[in-house]
């Protein structure tokens, strides 16, 4: 029937008077109206995406639904997507939903470099987390997003990441004891994910809070809670129904991460609430340097934005400062986990590489008193930076990440993004694309030779993002990953534990049942050790 007619139709209904019957067609005359206008704005939406190649449909309601997984399969069918499309392709998911996914270095430039006032956090993959981490610099926008980074940039100046240099080989030195300590007892096969995610919670804890949880070696509820959150996340973006909140928060699961959340967020604020009535009695830490110079305080993370001001002398509130806070808990423990267990599994997986690091590591190290790694150090081992660069590209711990802009976006070929529509950035895609990188699945450090690197587009390798956007604390999670791979190869030998792995894509890059690797302690290095060369690789 068409349109005009259902109108008469229904009008007539209105007219002759209310019978069940009456009311039935009418409630179905309604829906068919309904139905029929949603089919007709998804057909103008997806028609407006026409200028990109479409990959095969399950069929036109559910669209590509239900076919990318986040197993080992579902990476090697995006591995498929870059050999077919190269640079991008669109992507429905259901009748509401049409995406744009783009995985080649001059697609996603424009799209990180657009200003933060036309970009937008989009909720179908980020709204889920907001009950948990508020506005914080993950999920807000706008002005509200650019005066919370200016704030916050000081927490992540280098004379702030000096101190925490010194809380990274602290925890290092903590979970190497208790490798030790496990090697002894004959557990010599460890999870590399479980183990390195206690100790990185371990650190930002310190560096957030100054709080020392002893996480590594026993578990508190906020820890357990920050876990529950980060599993009752994932399980709530799988299962469509609780995305709509009315069914979620009546569920068990709703109802856990709740719970979970008043934990999160009760240790959060009894911490700023605490911290602020200190400054206000004592001041400012430059201030208690001076009146107790034999006694001075460290600067943490909430300190700096207690002590932050914008242009007109306001700071952030305790709302502000514990959304950011807790951003900062959830952003920095599992990618960092993520970053330095494939880079210990991939150096596992090359002997050749694991020798090289080490060699350069003893040569850096040789002569003193203390096994410390300085700040000074984080220049001075090149070819180990190289390693972990290799291994973020090959697994990178954050595979995607998705914008929507408030204006029509061009991307090369004179395609054009309309505004609200979702970018799906590929990260995995970007750093796996066959026309970007050659032979894209081998692991090759050389790759990030700065011999080899001249002429590379700056956003061919993006673990951080890029542009106004990108990760404030990349600079952070390059000194944790450094100090902490240092010293686990000048300490253990690691060679592999499990015949196969299995790449398992949930938010963060991790293995089907864990990452398990063999651990062989090492003696102190002699006192003399040969200068480092790294194996050549054509």
């Given at each position: 029937m068409p349109a005009g007619g259902m109108f008469v139709h229904l009008f007539s209904l209105l007219g002759s008077g209310f019978s069940l019957w009456g009311v039935v067609q009418l409630t179905g005359l309604a829906l068919v109206l309904f139905l029929s206008v949603k089919i007709m704005a998804v057909s103008r939406r997806r028609n407006r995406l026409s200028c990109f190649a479409i990959p095969p449909t399950r069929n036109w309601f559910l669209g590509h639904m239900g076919i990318m997984k986040s197993t080992e399969e579902g990476l090697k069918a995006v591995d498929e997507l870059l050999r077919t499309y190269r640079h991008s392709c669109a992507w429905f998911l259901g009748p509401f939903y049409n995406l744009v996914r783009v995985f080649h270095p001059d697609y996603i430039k424009p799209l990180l470099l657009a200003s933060a006032s036309i970009t937008i956090k989009d909720e179908l993959f980020y709204g889920l987390m907001r009950p948990w981490l508020g506005q914080g610099l993950l999920l807000s926008n706008g002005e509200q997003w650019s005066r919370h980074r200016r704030l916050l940039t000081p927490a992540f100046h280098f004379d702030i990441l000096k101190i925490y240099i010194v809380i990274f080989n602290q925890s290092s030195n903590i979970l190497h004891a208790k490798w030790r300590r496990?090697?002894?007892?004959?557990?010599?096969?460890?999870?590399?994910?479980?183990?390195?995610?206690?100790?990185?919670?371990?650190?930002?804890?310190?560096?957030?809070?100054?709080?020392?949880?002893?996480?590594?070696?026993?578990?508190?509820?906020?820890?357990?809670?920050?876990?529950?959150?980060?599993?009752?996340?994932?399980?709530?973006?799988?299962?469509?129904?609780?995305?709509?909140?009315?069914?979620?928060?009546?569920?068990?699961?709703?109802?856990?991460?709740?719970?979970?959340?008043?934990?999160?967020?009760?240790?959060?604020?009894?911490?700023?609430?605490?911290?602020?009535?200190?400054?206000?009695?004592?001041?400012?830490?430059?201030?208690?340097?001076?009146?107790?110079?034999?006694?001075?305080?460290?600067?943490?993370?909430?300190?700096?934005?207690?002590?932050?001001?914008?242009?007109?002398?306001?700071?952030?509130?305790?709302?502000?400062?514990?959304?950011?806070?807790d951003t900062f808990m959830f952003e920095?423990?599992?990618?960092?986990?993520?970053?330095?267990?494939?880079?210990?599994?991939?150096?596992?997986?090359?002997?050749?590489?694991?020798?090289?690091?080490?060699?350069?590591?003893?040569?850096?190290?040789?002569?003193?008193?203390?096994?410390?790694?300085?700040?000074?150090?984080?220049?001075?081992?090149?070819?180990?930076?190289?390693?972990?660069?290799?291994?973020?590209?090959?697994?990178?711990?954050?595979?995607?990440?998705?914008?929507?802009?408030?204006?029509?976006?061009?991307?090369?070929?004179?395609?054009?993004?309309?505004?609200?529509?979702?970018?799906?950035?590929?990260?995995?895609?970007?750093?796996?694309?066959?026309?970007?990188?050659?032979?894209?699945?081998?692991?090759?450090?050389?790759?990030?030779?700065?011999?080899?690197?001249?002429?590379?587009?700056?956003?061919?390798?993006?673990?951080?993002?890029?542009?106004?956007?990108?990760?404030?604390?990349?600079?952070?999670?390059?000194?944790?990953?450094?100090?902490?791979?240092?010293?686990?190869?000048?300490?253990?030998?690691?060679t592999l534990g499990a015949p196969e792995v299995r790449r398992l894509y949930t938010l963060i890059m991790k293995a089907e049942g864990g990452l398990r690797l063999q651990l062989e302690p090492l003696d102190p290095p002699p006192q003399s050790s040969p200068s480092p060369t790294p194996p050549h690789t054509p």
């Open positions: 496990l090697v002894t007892e004959g557990q010599n096969s460890l999870d590399m994910f479980e183990q390195l995610s206690l100790m990185t919670l371990d650190s930002l804890l310190k560096c957030t809070f100054s709080y020392d949880s002893q996480c590594q070696e026993k578990s508190s509820e906020y820890i357990s809670a920050i876990y529950e959150l980060g599993v009752l996340v994932q399980k709530r973006q799988r299962y469509l129904p609780h995305h709509w909140d009315c069914l979620y928060w009546r569920s068990p699961e709703g109802k856990r991460f709740r719970r979970a959340c008043d934990v999160v967020h009760g240790f959060t604020a009894s911490i700023v609430q605490q911290r602020r009535a200190e400054l206000d009695q004592q001041g400012a830490p430059e201030i208690q340097a001076k009146e107790n110079p034999g006694r001075k305080k460290v600067t943490d993370f909430i300190d700096v934005l207690l002590l932050s001001k914008d242009e007109d002398g306001n700071g952030l509130t305790d709302e502000e400062i514990k959304a950011q806070a920095g423990h599992d990618t960092a986990a993520s970053g330095i267990s494939w880079v210990l599994y991939n150096l596992a997986s090359h002997p050749e590489y694991q020798e090289c690091c080490r060699d350069e590591i003893n040569t850096l190290l040789q002569g003193r008193e203390e096994d410390q790694i300085m700040w000074e150090d984080l220049t001075s081992m090149p070819f180990t930076t190289m390693c972990i660069k290799e291994s973020l590209r090959l697994h990178p711990p954050v595979a995607a990440i998705s914008r929507a802009y408030s204006v029509d976006k061009t991307v090369p070929g004179e395609r054009t993004i309309p505004k609200g529509s979702i970018c799906l950035v590929s990260i995995y895609g970007t750093h796996h694309n066959p026309a970007v990188w050659p032979d894209p699945d081998v692991y090759n450090p050389m790759r990030f030779d700065p011999e080899n690197s001249k002429g590379r587009s700056p956003y061919a390798f993006v673990p951080f993002s890029a542009g106004p956007r990108n990760c404030i604390g990349q600079n952070f999670a390059m000194a944790e990953m450094r100090v902490a791979v240092a010293l686990t190869l000048r300490r253990f030998r690691l």
